[in-house]
């Protein structure tokens, strides 16, 4: 699928350990992501976290999908980068992109703190919670020099490195694309000056921006800000791709839709954050007039995830009543 909008998926990795039966296997993850690949989907995704949502590891299970598939482009939806050291989050990035031929995408974000699960999360790893954005700062800029094959130094707050040369190099020429996490909502209580910190932040290190919670109109806002900011830093704003993370269920039934994302969403979050800026939640229509909304406000890719536990129902009606809309 090519044109204005390529569409993505995001794999149930975490999905999979919150059924009621423990996994033996990884076969239903994998068998969506050769689902997707044979219907012409453009790329799949998976999610991200240690211990506070359990769930696969991303970059392992995006290796096995590697393998399993040929064209098919790979994602993470959102890494929380902060949580690894960037030495070795490059080495498995080129190894990724090698075995899978120059397919891997990072979509990676600061990561929140917001609840107890979370800030254990940054206590397991032994990272100050404090420090994830300037962390994450620095990581961007040492996976990309480490992505160059060259010998790469840098010194920061965090990281030291000395002429480090990191093999697998990358495939992609230029390296593996990387989009940032970006919200864009809330103007009050400080948010506004964190939006602008995260546009700034894409604007001076990232590939493009990742955003979850905005709306079209939000959307538009967003990228007009990062591609604003890219000539402060002497950068081709033409050069920054955007992504829109979305979340559906899709039921013909509105009401049974809504109430089944409801009781996923606080089932997988503790909370429904974000309220309405989820969905839509209903028939296949709402879905196909979300994804075109978000297309003609900019974004270049659109990753559709699944509230529900009907995982591999809500993928073959997505197959069937969605994603050929916007085929060829």
């Keep these: 699928m090519t044109g204005k909008v390529q569409l993505g998926c995001l794999l149930p990795t975490r999905g999979l350990l919150l059924a009621d039966r423990k996994p033996t296997d990884a076969e239903s993850v994998l068998r969506l992501a050769t689902w997707a690949e044979e ?22 299970t995006l290796a096995a999908i590697a393998a399993r598939t040929s064209r098919v482009r790979l994602g993470t939806a959102v890494m929380l980068m902060a949580l690894r050291h960037p030495v070795l989050l490059a080495q498995m990035a080129g190894t990724v992109d090698l075995i899978s031929g120059g397919r891997l995408q990072l979509g990676v974000g600061v990561g929140g703190a917001f609840n107890s699960m979370q800030q254990a999360e940054w206590r397991n790893a032994q ?17 990309k020099g480490l992505g160059s094959g060259q010998p790469y130094s840098f010194s920061g707050r965090h990281f030291e ?33 964190q939006r602008e910190r995260q546009a700034r932040r894409a604007a001076r290190f990232a590939d493009g921006i990742i955003s979850i919670s905005a709306t079209p109109a939000e959307f538009i806002e967003l990228n007009e800000t990062v591609r604003g900011y890219c000539a402060e830093y002497g950068r081709n704003p033409e050069d920054m791709s955007s992504v829109m993370y979305l979340t559906v269920n899709l039921d013909e039934d509105v009401a049974r839709g809504e109430a089944e994302a409801e009781d996923w969403l606080l089932g997988y979050y503790g909370a429904n954050i974000w309220e309405d800026r989820w969905g839509p939640f209903g028939d296949s229509e709402r879905t196909r007039e979300r994804i075109h909304a978000y297309a003609e406000a900019g974004a270049d890719q659109i990753v559709v995830r699944f509230a529900t536990y009907r995982q591999e129902e809500q993928m073959q009606t997505f197959l069937e009543q969605v994603a050929p809309d916007f085929a060829r």
């Design 39 to 60: 219907a012409g989907i453009d790329s799949v995704w998976v999610g991200d976290s240690l211990t506070a949502k359990p769930r696969l590891e991303a970059m392992t």
């Design 127 to 143: 990272v100050n919670q404090r420090t994830r954005a300037p962390r994450l700062e620095e990581m961007l800029q040492v996976i």
């Design 161 to 193: 490195l000395d002429e480090v040369v990191m093999e697998p190099m990358p495939v992609q020429p230029g390296g593996v694309p990387v989009y940032l996490g970006v919200h864009w909502h809330g103007r009050g209580d400080g948010q506004g000056a």
